[in-house]
């Protein structure tokens, strides 16, 4: 029984928990390689996947506007599978940057096999995701993951640079998120509208709203992070301790202009700053240019017809206010 035979066992339209289970299922048999401890470390990170938000969006896109039949759901299956799989390639790469030894309350894949074993495991994955998202008809979607790729090495070399910078403005840290975290959102959008074969129009405003999905969710991330101040101030891969600034720090920096003193700060003058930052109204703005970007999606999605998927993704984003 093919994939579009199985799907219609359960209404996609209105099951899109159904659908990811099939997503899970491609990956797992993706990386049912014959070599022992690549395939063991796959499935222990596979199996402690998170929220599949960026395969969920790839689905989603392909189904709201459901009355077209030029859609091809095991196209569509396997793009989601491949989307999934670039994320799971970024996540490794960053825990090794990072130094992390914990991810989703389990060790992380180099701190059990060490970062040479994970560096390969994370290379792994992104071959993976290529190789499902070469069987689409539609090469435009191999393409743009192969820019995504690029644009995501790039968000990363430049927060790097930024590290430990007074100086950083409010424009580098949304060009950094908006290349580490919504570029794959956006993506993940622009890959189910392409399958579906959506309309020009409605492919670019899906892309938009994954553009701005993904900064409201980058933000929000970076604001609930900063809010839990004595675990992050204990840990030693955590964004501060880099000298990673998010973006309360980044306004608090911009309004005090610190770098006109103090450039590039030390790893000690950073509890310092962080608890300062707190006590100004840095965190409230944040939340602001959070739901901004949250309206901005809103507003797209609410110019597709009314249906299911329209209003789980609505539901959806009303979860993410702060």
């Known amino acids: 029984m093919t994939v579009n ?23 797992r048999d993706s990386i049912d390689t014959g070599e022992k401890t690549l395939k063991e470390m796959a499935l222990y990170f596979a199996q402690s996947q998170g929220k599949l938000l960026r395969p969920t969006l790839t689905l989603a896109c392909g189904l709201i ?28 790469h960053d825990d090794i940057i990072d130094r992390a030894e914990m991810r989703r309350g389990k060790p992380t894949i180099n701190a059990i096999y060490g970062s040479d074993m994970a560096l390969l495991l994370g290379d792994y994955f992104y071959s993976r995701a290529l190789s ?42 949304l060009t950094r998120i908006a290349r580490k975290t919504a570029s794959l959102t956006a993506f993940s959008c622009f890959a189910g509208a392409r399958v579906a074969r959506l309309a020009e129009k409605e492919v670019k405003a899906l892309v938009r709203f994954g553009e701005y999905f993904g900064k409201a969710y980058q933000i929000r991330d970076d604001i609930l992070d900063f809010l839990k101040n ?30 006109s003193e103090h450039p590039i700060i030390s790893p000690r003058q950073v509890k310092s700053l962080y608890e300062k ?12 240019m959070c739901n901004n970007y949250l309206d901005k999606s809103m507003s797209i999605i609410k110019t597709f017809t009314d249906n299911p998927i329209r209003y789980k993704m609505i539901k959806t984003l009303q979860k993410i206010y702060i």
């Not at 035979?5 to 990956?27: G, H, R």
């Not at 992050?232 to 610190?258: C, W």
């Open 277 to 288: 930052c707190i006590k100004s109204g840095a965190v409230s703005r944040s939340i602001l």
């Open 65 to 92: 506007c459901k009355g077209s039949k030029k859609l091809d759901l095991e196209e569509l299956y396997f793009t989601a599978a491949g989307v999934e799989m670039l994320h799971m390639s970024a996540l490794v």
């Open 230 to 259: 004595e675990h992050l101030l204990k840990k030693p891969a955590s964004d501060l301790h880099q000298g990673i600034f998010t973006l309360p720090m980044v306004i608090y920096l911009k309004e005090n202009r610190l770098e």
């Open 5 to 27: 035979e199985n799907l219609a066992l359960s209404p996609p339209e209105t099951d899109l928990e159904s659908m990811l289970q099939y997503v899970k299922s491609i990956i």
């Open 132 to 173: 499902l998202m070469s069987n689409i008809s539609d090469i435009s979607i191999l393409e743009q993951a192969l820019s995504v790729i690029a644009r995501m090495v790039e968000g990363e070399v430049k927060q790097k640079e930024e590290a430990f910078d007074t100086g950083i403005s409010l424009k580098d840290y």
